[in-house]
C-alpha cells in the first residue's frame, strides 16, 4: 500500500474513522470496513462463518433476512460480496465458489442462442474449453483475438457479438490489453466489455 493513500485512510473528516476529505472512505477502510457492521446481538466485529445449508423461513416466501438455500446466499457470504462491491467502486458484487463457474454463470446470463463473442486467441484453456466444447452446443458462436492488438478484436466483432471477453494478463502467456480501450471498440459496437483478471488478482 502506498504511503499516499495510507495517509489518505487515516484522515478523519467530519469525525468518521478512516474517512478522506468529502466523508468518503479510502481503500484500505473499505477493505477492512465495508459490508460489515458489527453483530448488534455480540458486537463481534468479525464475520462469522454460517455453516447452515437451509435457513428457518416464516412462512412460504417468508425469508428472514433473504435467505433460503446457502447456494442461493448466506450470511457470510453476503458481506464479502459487498465488500468486494465497495472496494471496486460496484454497485454489486457476486462471489463464487471458483472462477470456472463465475464465468460459466456470467455467459449463461449473458447469452442467448445465435449470440456471438469474441475471446482471446490464447484465453485459458477451461474458458475456451467451456465456449467451444460446451456453448457452442448451444448455439453460441465465437472468434479469437489478441487482447493486445485492438483492431483485431475490432474485426473480430459481428453483428450478433454480445460481449468481449478479455483477458489481462492473459493466461498462461500474461498478454496485456488495454482495457479502457477495448471498452471505447466494445462500445462503439454495442456490445459489452468482460475482464478476466484472475492473474492481476491478489
Known amino acids: 500500500m502506498s504511503e499516499q493513500r495510507s495517509k489518505a485512510d487515516s484522515t478523519s473528516g467530519s469525525g468518521a474513522r ?3 476529505q468529502g466523508n468518503q472512505q479510502g481503500f484500505s477502510t473499505k477493505a477492512v470496513h465495508a459490508g460489515y457492521e458489527p453483530d448488534s446481538l455480540t458486537g463481534a466485529v468479525n464475520v462469522p462463518i454460517y455453516a447452515s445449508s437451509t435457513f ?4 412460504v416466501g417468508g425469508m428472514r433476512s433473504g435467505f433460503e438455500y446457502a447456494r442461493t446466499g ?5 458481506p464479502l460480496e ?3 462491491a ?4 460496484g454497485t454489486y458484487g457476486r462471489a463464487f465458489s471458483s472462477g470456472m463457474a463465475a464465468t460459466d454463470a456470467l455467459l449463461r446470463a449473458s447469452l442467448r442462442p445465435g449470440d456471438h ?3 482471446p486467441n490464447d484465453a485459458y484453456g477451461g474458458t475456451f474449453r467451456l465456449i467451444d466444447k460446451v456453448f457452442t452446443q448451444w448455439g453460441i458462436e465465437y472468434s479469437v483475438a489478441a487482447v493486445s492488438d485492438i483492431d483485431a478484436v ?4 459481428r453483428p450478433n457479438t454480445k460481449l468481449v471477453w478479455v483477458e489481462t494478463p492473459t493466461n498462461p502467456l500474461l498478454n496485456v490489453g488495454d482495457i479502457a480501450a477495448l ?4 462500445h462503439e459496437k454495442n456490445t459489452k466489455l468482460v475482464v478476466d483478471n484472475t492473474f492481476a488478482s491478489p
Open 74 to 78: 448466506n450470511p457470510t457470504r453476503r
Open 183 to 186: 471498452a471505447e471498440v466494445a
Open 82 to 84: 459487498a465488500n468486494l
Open 117 to 119: 463473442l469474441v475471446i
Open 86 to 89: 465497495a472496494i471496486e467502486s
Open 154 to 157: 475490432r474485426d473480430a466483432i
Open 18 to 20: 478512516g474517512t478522506t
Open 56 to 59: 428457518a423461513q416464516d412462512g
